[in-house]
C-alpha cells in the first residue's frame, strides 16, 4: 500500500457514519482512478440467493435498496461506463459502484483490476458506513463521533497487539493525526501549543519504534490491507 494513501484512509474511517463519508470514499477513490461519481447501496439478499449476481444497483436486481448514497449525481442510464463492487454479508449486500460520463472514457482492464484489487479495503469501509447508521437508540453516539472512536478502538487493539502502551494524550494525538487532522487542528482542539503536540508525536513514536506521521500511519495499516475494518 502507498503511503499517500495513508492519510485518506484516516479521513474515510474518522468520517463513518458521517454525511461526509460518501465524499471522503470518493476523494480516496480518485487517487487511484478517474470517476466522476460514485454511489454506495445496501440491498437485501434472498437466503435462497447462493450464487453472486453480477449487479450493481437495485434496478438490476429487481429489489428496492435498504440504503442508497450517491456522490456526484448521475443518473446510471446515463453513464458511459461504470463498474461495481459487492461485498455479501448475512442477508445483505453492500454495492460500490463508480461511473464515468464520458463515452470516450470506458475504464480500461487495467483500470478493472486495479478497482478490483482496492475492493479489500473499500468495501467494508462501506459496510461499516452503513452499520453504523443504523438507528442505535436513545443516547446513541454522533455518527462522527463513532468514526473517530472506531479508529480510537483499532488503535488501542494495534497497541495491545503490539505489546505497547502510550499516555492518554500520546494516544489522543496519534488518533487524531490518524483521522487526517494537522498538528495545529489539534493543537486547537486539545488548548495545547503545536510544539507540544509535536512532543506528544515524537514521544510515542519512541515507545513504537517509528519516526513521524507516515511511520505512524504506516505502522496502523500495513497490517490491514487485506481486511482494513
Known sequence: MNSHLFPHIGKVIASTGSRHFPRMLHDLILTQLAVDATHITQLPVSPREHAPRKAGSSRMLGINPVYTDPVLELDEAQAAAQLHLTRRKDDVSYVLSVYRSNPSESFSQQERIILQDFSSLLLPMVEKHISALQPCGPGSEAP???????????FEERL??????????????????????TAPE????????????????????????????????????????????
Open 160 to 181: 495491545a497487539q503490539s505489546g505497547l502502551a502510550l499516555s492518554s494524550r500520546e494516544l489522543e494525538v496519534c488518533v487524531g493525526l490518524l483521522a487526517g487532522r
Open 144 to 154: 462522527q463521533q463513532q468514526g473517530i472512536d472506531t479508529l480510537r478502538r483499532r
Open 186 to 229: 489539534l493543537a486547537e482542539q486539545l488548548a495545547l501549543k503545536v510544539n507540544t503536540i509535536e512532543s506528544y508525536l515524537k514521544r510515542a513514536a519512541i515507545k513504537m519504534g517509528i519516526s513521524g506521521r507516515h511511520s505512524l500511519m504506516r505502522w496502523m495499516y500495513s497490517t490491514e490491507e487485506n481486511a482494513i475494518l
